[in-house]
């Protein structure tokens, strides 16, 4: 791990071993007598570390004297990749790789939609690393529904083409390609199916008026988790983005609260 200028927004490329290029951005501040959990953000599917919540999280790690590391998976942002070639596997692998060669130490990890599967997995790789986890209307096995709600035009078009589009719930004029390898890796990373050993404090952030995570999907988490520790917190009236002010200052307080009872406790 190189050795930047703390509290300085370190910007990066991270070489993976197969020629790929994951782009990063870190905050670090330096050693101090009683260090803070690094916070590593995952974002979301077709999202990237420049959306909201995640510029959000850099200012308060900015302010509130914490690491913070944010990163685009394959096919993302300015990362390397075409997205249709992307899958939960491989995203998986590039947040397990930015968090052994881009952080020490103890770890929060804050999951949004398709990142909360992915930090989820990467939790239960990282048990002596990842200290609790943040989902923002986490979607595990998100792919199963997918999959499900294609129409025989659709399955028609997944067959001869191995690529899809289906229409984006969060843009109603818009749609997003879907590929065969997406669905088919999906497959092999559920996690709702058997209980999920992560035994770290565990917070979920959930609007009920989410269009693309039902928030029944949370409760389901809650079940199959190990954690005793684990809180949910439903917003009435939130949609799935939780990018109002006051979903933000829901998750700095969220995150607040974790940190200092997790450096409290060494």
């Known amino acids: 791990m190189s050795d930047p200028t703390p509290g300085r927004d370190d910007?990066?490329?991270?070489?993976?071993?197969?020629?790929?290029?994951m782009a990063y951005r870190r905050i670090l501040h330096g050693d101090s007598e009683s260090p803070k959990p690094t916070v590593v953000f995952l974002h979301g599917l077709l999202s990237d570390m420049e959306g909201g919540k995640a510029n959000h999280l850099a200012a308060h790690a900015e302010s509130a004297g914490f690491d913070f590391l944010r990163f685009?998976?394959?096919g993302h942002g300015r990362s390397s990749g075409d997205f249709t070639d992307g899958c939960i596997g491989r995203w998986r692998d590039d947040a397990l790789a930015a968090i052994d060669d881009l952080t020490e130490g103890p770890l929060i990890l804050v999951g949004s939609s398709m990142g909360g599967w992915v930090g989820l997995l990467a939790a239960v790789?990282?048990?002596?690393?990842?200290?609790?986890?943040?989902?923002?209307?986490?979607?595990?096995d998100f792919t199963v529904a997918?999959?499900?709600?294609?129409?025989?035009?659709?399955?028609?078009a997944l067959a001869r083409d191995e690529i899809v589009r289906i229409a984006d719930t969060e843009e109603p004029c818009g749609t997003y390609p879907v590929s065969r390898i997406l669905l088919d890796d999906g497959r092999a990373n559920l996690l709702l199916q058997a209980p999920i050993p992560f035994s770290g404090p565990v917070r979920i952030l959930q609007g009920m008026q989410d269009a693309s995570v039902d928030?029944?999907?949370a409760l389901a988490i809650a079940?199959?988790?190990a954690a005793a520790d684990t809180q949910i917190t439903?917003?009435?009236?939130?949609d799935h983005r939780l990018s109002r002010p006051q979903d933000l200052a829901l998750?700095?307080?969220?995150?607040?609260?974790?940190?200092?009872?997790?450096?409290?406790e060494g």
């Open 72 to 74: 685009d998976m394959f």
């Open 251 to 264: 998750l700095t307080r969220t995150l607040d609260t974790l940190i200092a009872t997790l450096t409290a």
């Open 215 to 217: 928030w029944h999907t």
């Open 125 to 140: 790789a990282r048990p002596e690393r990842v200290r609790a986890f943040v989902g923002i209307a986490p979607a595990p």
């Open 11 to 21: 910007c990066g490329i991270l070489a993976r071993a197969d020629g790929a290029s």
């Open 223 to 225: 079940d199959r988790l």
């Open 146 to 156: 997918m999959e499900a709600a294609l129409t025989p035009d659709q399955r028609a």
């Open 234 to 238: 439903l917003i009435k009236d939130g």
